[in-house]
T-cell receptor
């Protein structure tokens, strides 16, 4: 089945700096890669996603890049703000059949701390 | 529009007991997913239900089971509770339609403590 590795596990930046979180996946059939943000004590919420037919996607200060050949994708946050502090999870899934079907596999999470 | 709702919010059980967790998806959503989030760990996929049927399950023992009702709400049952079952159990829903690459909407979870 799918395996998603996420790095780093913790990331500390100064306000205004950029933050980059990287994930690798194992199943070449995976074709959908969302990122979720979970603030302390709250539910995970989707912040951005990318499909396998796209190499990059941006939404204001956040962007995601995908390298299908290398099977890795990254989250980029620019001009970080204290409210960006949270746990970020990458995930991967496949719409093809097999054991990974419908199973959104999450990375282990990155605790991002943005210092004012 | 109401989001995904889960009940109860907190639960304390002892080893060997059984527990039932409940989830109501967003209106119009037919798919329900269950995830386990143990302290310090990521979200581990438990089960996926769509249109009343189990579509996939994660690498959990058979004592983890569930079902989806005609109104698309869902239950997660855990039998013979073990200490390591202590975790936040998150339910999520999506519009389904057989697609898996869709945004999941999560509930606030049920915090289960097994003593």
């Amino acid at each position: 089945g799918e395996n998603v590795e996420q790095h780093p596990s913790t990331l500390s930046v100064q306000e205004g700096d950029s933050a980059v979180i990287k994930c690798t996946y194992s199943d070449s059939a995976s074709n959908y890669f969302p990122w979720y943000k979970q603030e302390l004590g709250k539910r995970p919420q989707l912040i951005i996603d990318i499909r396998s037919n796209v190499g990059e996607k941006k939404d204001q200060r956040i962007a995601v890049t995908l390298n299908k050949t290398a099977k890795h994708f990254s989250l980029h946050i620019t001009e970080t703000q204290p409210e960006d502090s949270a746990v970020y999870f990458c995930a991967a899934t496949s719409s093809a059949g097999g054991t990974s079907y419908g199973k959104l596999t999450f990375g282990q999470g990155t605790i991002l701390t943005v210092h004012p | 529009e109401a989001g995904v709702t889960q009940s109860p919010t907190h639960l304390i059980k002892t080893r060997g007991q059984q527990v039932t967790l409940r989830c109501s998806p967003i209106s119009g959503h037919t798919s329900v997913y269950w995830y386990q989030q143990a302290l310090g760990l990521g979200l581990q996929f438990l089960l996926w239900y769509d249109e009343g049927e189990e579509r996939n399950r994660g690498n959990f023992p058979p004592r983890f089971s569930g079902r989806q009702f005609p109104n698309y709400s869902s239950e997660l049952n855990v039998n013979a509770l073990e200490l390591e079952d202590s975790a936040l159990y998150l339910c999520a829903s999506s519009s389904g339609q057989g697609a898996t690459n869709e945004k999941l909407f999560f509930g606030s979870g049920t915090q289960l403590s097994v003593l």
